[in-house]
């Protein structure tokens, strides 16, 4: 099978670049142009991952329309009670309630760029979500979560997907705001019930909406997360990684920080290599407000953890994410934190300033030839903001007192007939 991107790479060798490639901009282009380098056929070929998340963006708000993915076309959507499906929904807010569908932010009549955001915590997440009916969204989140961008308001993002590969119907990790998804995107989970890492103690923490999180995270190590993130596994299991961040504005973006293992080596620096924790995310800031530059050569002997919470890119525009991978030392595993005006966030950014800072990050990246053949770049999004998704994303059970499941659930019987622990049951492991 003949994958997009050898095809791609095929109609240049064949002298058919003009025709099959002009559409695209210049970089994704030199991104398609580099072979992916090849030794033994397996994912060991691969010497870098790259993480870049960016903000509150849905799928079916932005690729809705777009060709081949279960979009605004599905023959299969869920039914309403209102006897149609759900993409017509059915808002109360008016006397008579009226009839909601997903309707064309249009550039071309206003500036769509900056419709705006809609509701995004737990209960309106939640609301929206009614266990999987999926049919309360103008109501929750107001009449702006039906709006959807085509290709005219989001052009490098679906040229990306025309060129790569897109995960249809991706989805957040729970109906909730910015940072119990950004945790899993972090850690895995948003609040294991096990044992701290810090005093032994059991801990049952479940993160549903903004806790120990403002500013660039810093806060005392009394408070916060109690369990271990992928970089402690990657730094335990010896393997290079970074965050590239800017702290006087990461957007409030890095959870890392709201460990409190994470905030008890910050209060562990000498006090002159200590970041400062900064209130307001305004990358126009003088960048001395977060405290000093990382320097790998001073920091990383006070604390293998420097790495993730130092101002590793103080200025957020990519220089220091640009320098590494110009010098070989792009690690094998890197996050980037987009200072807030490029994290397309509606409000303080837009989809063509997301766009543009991808573009930057493929830029860098394709800087370097040998660097970019043997790298996976992941972009993906937190959550949806409030903006309308059809289909529901799988959800575990939900349990009663007696242990028993409340209602339905999305996995087989198989997946969640298996012993049910409160506590994760200790083992040798």
Known sequence: MTSRRKFLQKTTTAGLSAAALSAFPPSIRRALAIPAFHETGTIQDVKHVVLLMMENRAFDSYFGTFKGVRGYGDRFAVPSPNGRDVFYQTYTKTTPATTSTPYHLDASQGNAQRAGGTPHTWA??????????????PDAKTLLSMGYYDAAEVPFQRALADAFTLCDHYHCGMHTGTIANRLFYWSGTNGPNGISPTDGSRVKVAALNNQFNGGNDIGPSSQGWTWTTYADRLQQAGV???????????????????????????????????????????????????????????????????????????????????DDIRNGRLPAVSWIIPPSVYSEHPGPSSPAQGGWYVQAVLDALTANPEVWSKTVLLINYDENDGFFDHMPSPAAPSRNADGTLAGGHTLRDADVAVEYHDFAPATSS
């Open 124 to 137: 309106d997440a939640q609301a929206a979500w009614d266990h999987g009916r999926m049919n309360r969204w």
């Open 240 to 322: 290079s990684w970074k965050v590239y961040q800017s702290l006087i504005d990461n957007f409030g973006c890095n959870e890392m920080m709201s460990f409190r293992h994470w905030r008890a080596a910050i209060e562990q620096m000498p006090a002159a290599r200590r970041p400062a924790y900064v209130a307001s995310t305004d990358i126009t800031q003088p960048v001395t407000a977060a405290g000093p530059f990382y320097d790998p050569a001073i920091d990383d002997p006070l604390s293998p953890l420097a790495k993730g919470f130092g101002n590793t890119m103080p200025y957020g525009f990519l220089e220091s994410f640009s």
